[in-house]
């Protein structure tokens, strides 16, 4: 006879994985260079949006926390900081005992308006045991000359997730577990 999964031993990777995500998708990190795409997807004098995400995702993987807050916009900085976030890292290490990586598994279709970008992205959580893999949009504001990540891209994470409530900032967010 098969042994029924406990509740509360499942929910601890998602848990964990819930709170990787709302680092990484509740900042961002912008700027630095439009990663060899010198074009600018007809917005104007604006690179190319998606380089900042993979630059989001590196930062947390090395753990360079300032260099993660740096990139957020300014309406996110305001409403945290970089204590925040190393907190919630910390709370990551303790309930795993390791910070999951973060990998950008997809990027899709990018809609750029003036100084606004949403961008569809399949993040993953990489998992002891496997990935979790997430999509949904990112959104980034123009500031100071590059892109930052400007919503709370990960309470949509979360409600995919089952472990908290979607956001509203973006009308087009249909949040979907990727395939």
Not at 27 to 40: S, V, Y
Not at 101 to 128: C, H, P, W
Request: aromatic share 4%; charged share 15%.
């Amino acid at each position: 006879m098969l042994a029924k999964p406990r509740p509360a031993l499942v929910a601890i990777p998602r848990l964990a994985s819930a709170i990787a995500l709302t680092i990484v998708l509740a900042a961002g990190c912008g700027g630095g260079g439009d990663g060899g795409n010198n074009g600018n997807d007809g917005s104007g004098d604006h690179v190319d949006p998606a380089p900042t995400l993979y630059a989001v995702v590196d930062a947390i993987n090395r753990g360079d926390i300032q260099s993660f807050y740096n990139g957020l916009s300014a309406d996110r900085r305001a409403s945290t900081t970089a204590a925040d976030v190393q907190r919630a890292l910390d709370s990551v290490q303790l309930i795993l005992g390791y910070v999951p990586k973060l990998e950008i598994t997809e990027v899709g279709a990018k809609r750029m308006n003036g100084d606004s970008a949403e961008v569809d992205t399949t993040l993953t959580v990489q998992l002891r045991g496997g990935g979790i893999p997430v999509t949904d949009v990112a959104i980034l504001k123009w500031e100071a000359g590059s892109w930052h990540l400007g919503d709370h891209f990960l309470d949509q994470a979360l409600a995919v997730l089952n472990l908290g409530g979607g956001s509203t900032t973006s009308p087009s967010a249909s949040p979907t577990p990727a395939r």
